[in-house]
C-alpha cells in the first residue's frame, strides 16, 4: 500500500444515508472524488437527483427511503449490493425543553438517530452485506457529551449510538469490519441555518466566538469520513473522534 493509495476509496462501494443535504451530501461528493461508487440515500428523490448528477466517476445510484420507517430499511436492505463502506449520517435534531416533553417527540428523534441505524446496520450484517474488511462510520455529535439546553432527547440518542458503534466493532472485527463514529460540534449545513433563524443573533455569535478554529464546514467531516472509510485507518475501530474545532479543549 502506497501511501496515497490508502486513503483512496477506489473499488469501494459506500452506501451513504442523509445523502441529499449537508454532511452527508458534503461526504457523498468527495467520496466520489476519491473514486467510490456510491449508494445515496434519503427521503427527497429531486435532492437526491441533483446529488447524483454532480458527483464525480461512475456507477453511482440512489435509494429513496424514509428510514423512520423499518419496512423501507428492510427494503433498501434486499435493493443494496454488497458494500465496503457506510455513512450512517441521516439524522433530526428537534431541540424542546422537558416540561414539554413527550413519547412521541422520544420516538422521533430515537427512530431517526437510532433505531435506522442499529437495523440498517444489523440487516446489512446479518444478509452479508458488508464486505470482509469494510468500515462503518457513524455521525453522531458532542451533544452525546456534551449537553445542551433543549437537547435531552438528541444527546440520549447520540450516547446510544455511541455505545451501540462500540459493540459492532467488537462483534465485526472478526470480518475485520471497523465501526467508528465523528462527533462534531456545529458544522454550517442546513440544520445550522434553520436554528440560527430562531436564536437571538448575538446569542449565536457569542457562541461562533468560542471555536478557536471557526465552526466546521461540511468538508471537514466528509475529509475524516474518508479516512475511516479508507484503508489508511485499517487498525482503528470503537473509537469516536471529536470533532469541534478547540470549542473542547481544556474543558
Ligand atoms: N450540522 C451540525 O451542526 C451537526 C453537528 C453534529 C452532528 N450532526 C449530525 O450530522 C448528521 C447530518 O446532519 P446535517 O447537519 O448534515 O443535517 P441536514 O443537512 O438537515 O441533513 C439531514 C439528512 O438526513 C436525511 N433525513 C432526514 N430525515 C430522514 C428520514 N426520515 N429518512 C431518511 N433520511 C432522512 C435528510 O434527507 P431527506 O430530507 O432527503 O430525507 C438529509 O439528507 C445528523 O446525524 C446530525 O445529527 C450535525
Same mark, same amino acid.
Given at each position: 500500500m502506497t501511501a496515497s493509495s490508502a486513503f483512496s476509496l477506489k473499488g469501494k462501494n459506500i452506501l451513504i444515508t442523509g445523502a441529499s443535504s449537508g454532511i452527508g451530501k458534503a461526504t457523498a461528493l468527495k467520496c466520489a472524488e476519491y473514486g467510490a461508487s456510491l449508494i445515496l440515500v434519503g427521503r427527497n428523490a429531486q435532492k437526491l437527483e441533483m446529488v447524483l448528477e454532480k458527483l464525480a466517476g461512475q456507477g453511482h445510484q440512489k435509494l429513496q427511503a424514509d428510514l423512520s420507517d423499518p419496512t423501507q430499511i428492510v427494503r433498501l436492505v434486499e435493493q443494496c449490493s454488497p458494500v465496503d463502506g457506510i455513512v450512517h449520517c441521516a439524522g433530526i435534531v428537534e431541540p424542546y425543553p422537558l416540561q414539554y416533553f413527550s413519547r412521541q417527540k422520544v420516538d422521533a428523534t430515537f427512530s431517526l438517530n437510532f433505531y435506522a441505524p442499529v437495523q440498517l446496520t444489523s440487516l446489512l450484517l446479518k444478509n452479508k452485506k458488508i464486505k470482509k474488511a469494510g468500515s462503518i462510520v457513524f455521525i453522531s455529535s458532542i451533544a452525546s457529551q456534551n449537553p445542551f439546553i433543549g437537547g435531552s432527547t438528541y444527546s440520549a440518542?447520540? &450516547? &446510544?449510538?455511541? *455505545?451501540? *458503534?462500540?459493540?459492532? *466493532?467488537?462483534?465485526? &472485527?472478526?470480518k475485520l469490519i471497523r465501526a467508528n463514529c465523528l462527533s462534531p460540534a456545529l458544522v454550517k449545513t442546513p440544520i445550522f441555518d434553520e436554528m440560527s433563524e430562531n436564536v437571538a443573533a448575538d446569542t449565536v455569535d457569542d457562541h461562533v466566538k468560542r471555536y478557536p478554529l471557526g465552526l466546521g464546514e461540511p468538508d471537514d467531516v466528509a475529509h475524516a469520513a474518508i479516512f475511516l472509510l479508507s484503508d489508511a485507518s485499517k487498525w482503528i475501530t470503537g473509537v469516536t473522534i471529536r470533532m469541534d474545532g478547540g470549542l473542547l479543549v481544556g474543558s
Open positions: 440518542s447520540k &450516547a &446510544a449510538l455511541e *455505545a451501540f *458503534a462500540r459493540t459492532v *466493532a467488537i462483534e465485526s &472485527a472478526g
